[in-house]
């Protein structure tokens, strides 16, 4: 029977997963400390990327019709990157680079660099190995540098989104997805930063701060969510339900040790603290030629991590969850070349026990094609606010110190498309409250930055 051949390769990779149940986590593992003000981790997709929030490798679901990383070479002209094409060998390679600098406010004026480097290969195991419907992702990355949010801030919302969590050379993704039922289904096992699945919107790739890219940054911060690049073992499953909509779900490993330099290539289970299990459903309209792209997505999160409780540190507090809601869509095609003007607006909210980020919102515009004979670059502007939990602020108020009861983020950012492979992005960042995550009154500043990224 032809619809039972994916089976057998589902059977031999069906053991990455075990280890990610609630039943393989070890009875010793201590419970995790309260949520510290460290900077947030990071996508991305996406395209996109997260981190901070890299742009997630292979197999994440872009936004329609968004293009926040550059295109790699073309396979046209039948040279040898064509012919590994068809023998079921793609390879990947890019590069993002985020410079920064502070004139104003902060603890400290300064300038920082940071860059990655990812590369990997997607094999096409129905060519290679007659197993239809199989991929094999395989993506290392390599990230350098400094970060101005963690030198000069202290702040969440990370003005470079490729700094702030696996600042080393470590595996990115080393797994399987099975399509099922005529692509109706599709599995994936194995180890990777599962956030490139869920929770994603790539077009807000087309900003440098991680409070856009590509995550509401309260889900990594609120729970055991996995961000790239920093992998984690489990399973995800997609139900494409109709061809505009598809529901997802998963379990995965919740493990805080992931992130540390030394543990890169860890695959083990030391320091797991539970299981987090996140559902998803998305509406994708737009699909057809003529109508104008969308993106719609409703999703949450169970974590059954035992969590010191974020005001009351000698309480634990059994699991956490949140939920989030997150939305774009093209308003306005432009008829006679590519491109057009997006609105966006996402927003979460997270356990009031357990979370430090409380409410998170941003909003804003993407105008891709922004000029005749600049189909292209993009226009960007965007606000994002992160809510400090109140019960933390009740219990670090003191009297004549008026704690800001949250973070908050302009951005302004063009980019510029030199070539289908380069896009250099002059980027300007207003910040508003960076002391709030730290109980600190620290200056609004204004951060003036260079992001470049290329494909190869």
């Given at each position: 029977m032809p619809c039972l051949r994916p089976w057998p390769n589902i059977l031999l990779i069906a053991g990455l997963f075990i280890c990610a149940s609630p039943a393989a986590v070890r009875a010793d593992t201590p419970t995790l400390a309260p949520a510290t003000p460290t900077i947030a981790p990071s996508a991305a997709p996406a395209p996109a990327a997260a981190p901070t929030e890299a742009p997630p490798p292979a197999g994440a679901t872009p936004a329609p019709g968004a293009s926040p990383l550059p295109s790699p070479t073309p396979l046209a002209g039948g040279g040898w990157r064509k012919q590994l094409h068809n023998k079921g060998v793609d390879l990947r390679l890019d590069y993002v680079s985020e410079s920064a600098v502070n004139t104003t406010g902060g603890k400290y004026r300064g300038a920082a660099y940071a860059q990655q480097i990812r590369f990997g290969t997607d094999l096409?195991?129905?060519?290679?190995?007659?197993?239809?419907?199989?991929?094999?992702?395989?993506?290392?990355?390599?990230?350098?540098?400094?970060?101005?949010?963690?030198?000069?801030?202290?702040?969440?919302?990370?003005?470079?989104?490729?700094?702030?969590?696996?600042?080393?050379?470590?595996?990115?993704?080393?797994?399987?997805?099975?399509?099922?039922?005529?692509?109706?289904?599709?599995?994936?096992?194995?180890?990777?930063?599962?956030?490139?699945?869920?929770?994603?919107?790539?077009?807000?790739?087309?900003?440098?701060?991680?409070?856009?890219?590509?995550?509401?940054?309260?889900?990594?911060?609120?729970?055991?969510?996995?961000?790239?690049?920093?992998?984690?073992?489990?399973?995800?499953?997609?139900?494409?339900?109709?061809?505009?909509?598809?529901?997802?779900?998963?379990?995965?490993?919740?493990?805080?040790?992931?992130?540390?330099?030394?543990?890169?290539?860890?695959?083990?289970?030391?320091?797991?603290?539970?299981?987090?299990?996140?559902v998803e459903f998305a509406w994708l309209p737009g699909q057809h030629p003529g109508q104008l792209p969308g993106e719609f997505k409703v999703g949450g999160y169970y974590d059954s991590s035992h969590v010191a409780d974020i005001a009351t540190a000698h309480l634990t507090d059994s699991g956490r969850w949140g939920y989030y809601v997150l939305a774009s869509q093209m308003v306005v095609r432009e008829p006679s070349r590519p491109g057009g003007?997006?609105?966006?607006?996402?927003?979460?909210?997270?356990?009031?026990?357990?979370?430090?980020?409380?409410?998170?919102?941003?909003?804003?515009?993407?105008?891709?094609?922004?000029?005749?004979?600049?189909?292209?670059?993009?226009?960007?502007?965007?606000?994002?606010?992160?809510?400090?939990?109140?019960?933390?602020?009740?219990?670090?108020?003191?009297?004549?110190?008026?704690?800001?009861?949250?973070?908050?983020?302009?951005?302004?950012?063009?980019?510029?498309?030199?070539?289908?492979?380069?896009?250099?992005?002059?980027?300007?960042?207003?910040?508003?409250?960076?002391?709030?995550?730290?109980?600190?009154?620290?200056?609004?500043?204004?951060?003036?930055?260079?992001?470049i990224k290329a494909a190869f």
């Open positions: 096409d195991l129905g060519k290679l190995l007659k197993a239809q419907g199989a991929t094999f992702h395989l993506t290392l990355n390599d990230r350098a540098g400094g970060g101005l949010s963690a030198n000069n801030f202290s702040n969440k919302l990370a003005v470079q989104e490729i700094y702030g969590v696996g600042q080393n050379f470590r595996l990115g993704e080393l797994s399987v997805d099975q399509n099922l039922a005529h692509k109706k289904y599709n599995l994936k096992l194995g180890y990777w930063a599962w956030g490139n699945d869920f929770g994603l919107t790539a077009l807000l790739c087309n900003f440098m701060n991680s409070g856009f890219c590509g995550h509401t940054q309260s889900l990594p911060n609120d729970s055991g969510w996995a961000d790239y690049p920093n992998a984690r073992l489990g399973v995800r499953v997609r139900d494409n339900t109709t061809p505009t909509t598809y529901v997802e779900t998963g379990a995965f490993e919740t493990n805080p040790l992931v992130a540390l330099k030394a543990n890169g290539f860890d695959m083990s289970l030391h320091g797991a603290t539970g299981t987090i299990y996140p003007l997006w609105v966006f607006a996402q927003g979460s909210n997270s356990d009031p026990q357990t979370a430090l980020i409380k409410y998170y919102l941003d909003a804003g515009l993407v105008l891709q094609g922004t000029f005749p004979g600049r189909d292209r670059d993009n226009l960007n502007l965007g606000y994002v606010r992160a809510a400090v939990n109140p019960r933390l602020i009740a219990i670090k108020s003191e009297p004549g110190l008026d704690l800001a009861p949250g973070e908050q983020v302009a951005e302004l950012s063009y980019g510029i498309g030199i070539s289908p492979t380069l896009i250099v992005r002059p980027d300007l960042q207003y910040l508003m409250n960076p002391g709030a995550f730290t109980y600190k009154q620290y200056g609004n500043a204004w951060i003036y930055g260079l992001q």
